[in-house]
């Protein structure tokens, strides 16, 4: 089955822009597009707001104004349109399901305070099982131009960061971008060693040669397996997000992985997304994995 790219739409500047990019990025794919509404029918005796009839014909009428803009650009773009009658966050998930991707718009107040995400965002991304990406109000095709990399975050074991990696490649793979891989690593407590964990260290020789060569195990198979992607494999000393963040700077996408399990508390978006999700310039894709 062919899974679309789904832009969520609520007529916002930030939510065209992510229609944009979305478009931008089924046409790459050779992908379809759906575009689709959240819609609730709530009464309101403060002020005329129409019956439920009058409110969907509103709301679906938005919905394919926005679709238009897509399709007046690209006419060759298979794009589909639908209002999904459920509250914002349920509906969003739902449609996330059955998508390659769910692109979301997000508030910006200029190119280096990065996203405002709300309350919907947040949670879309924690129930979320595909990849969410958020875009911001006044992102520009000019973002994505030639020099500028897929920086994606890598940690752990080589499976902990596969599906980021690979939704970095696949996305390289289809801009002709180069991906940036970036591991960060810090210096554990003494007493964290163990008899054989020194000897791993003394073979690699020491901690940065050992982080290295964790780094090139992860990137190995996406290397193989896409062999026209170039790699920049980068390993640095400190916080995961300050690393990213400072890598971000160059880049026209920002990949980071989420634990999807859930917690007494629901499903956590993870310190480092979260980072970047509000201090990042650049459209950011959060990927679930295990």
């Given amino acids: 089955m062919t899974r679309p790219i789904t832009a969520g739409v609520d007529g916002s500047e930030e939510s065209l822009a992510a229609l944009a990019w979305a478009g931008r990025e089924a046409e790459r794919r050779g992908?379809?597009?759906?575009?689709?509404?959240?819609?609730?029918?709530?009464?309101?005796?403060?002020?005329?707001?129409?019956?439920?009839?009058?409110?969907?014909?509103?709301?679906?009428?938005?919905?394919?104004?926005?679709?238009?803009?897509?399709?007046d650009r690209r006419p060759g773009l298979s794009v589909t349109t639908a209002v999904l009658q459920d509250g914002a966050v349920d509906a969003l998930v739902g449609a996330a399901a059955e998508a390659e991707m769910l692109v979301l718009g997000s508030r910006g107040h200029g190119a280096f305070v990065g996203f405002l995400v709300g309350s919907v965002g947040q949670r879309v991304i924690a129930a979320s099982e595909r990849p969410v990406v958020l875009v911001r109000a006044g992102d520009a095709p000019a973002a994505e131009a030639a020099g500028r990399e897929i920086v994606v975050g890598q940690h752990g074991e080589p499976e902990d960061s596969a599906p980021a990696l690979r939704f970095a490649f696949e996305t390289a793979a289809a801009r002709g971008a180069t991906v940036r891989v970036v591991r960060a690593w810090t210096l554990p407590p003494v007493f964290a060693y163990s008899p054989g964990s020194l000897q791993l260290l003394d073979e690699a020789g020491g901690l940065e040669p050992y982080e290295k060569k964790g780094l090139a195990a992860a990137v190995r198979p996406w290397r193989e397996r896409f062999p026209d992607v170039p790699v920049v494999e980068y390993v640095e000393m400190g916080s995961a997000g300050q690393v990213l963040l400072s890598a971000a700077e160059r880049a026209q996408l920002m990949v980071v992985g989420r634990r999807s399990h859930r917690t007494a508390m629901g499903a956590p978006i993870g310190s480092v997304a979260h980072a970047m999700l509000h201090h990042a310039a650049c459209p950011v894709a959060v990927v679930p994995h295990p």
């Fill in 31 to 71: 992908l379809p597009l759906r575009v689709v509404g959240a819609w609730r029918f709530e009464p309101h005796e403060a002020f005329e707001a129409g019956d439920r009839d009058t409110q969907l014909a509103r709301v679906r009428e938005a919905v394919d104004e926005a679709a238009r803009t897509v399709t």
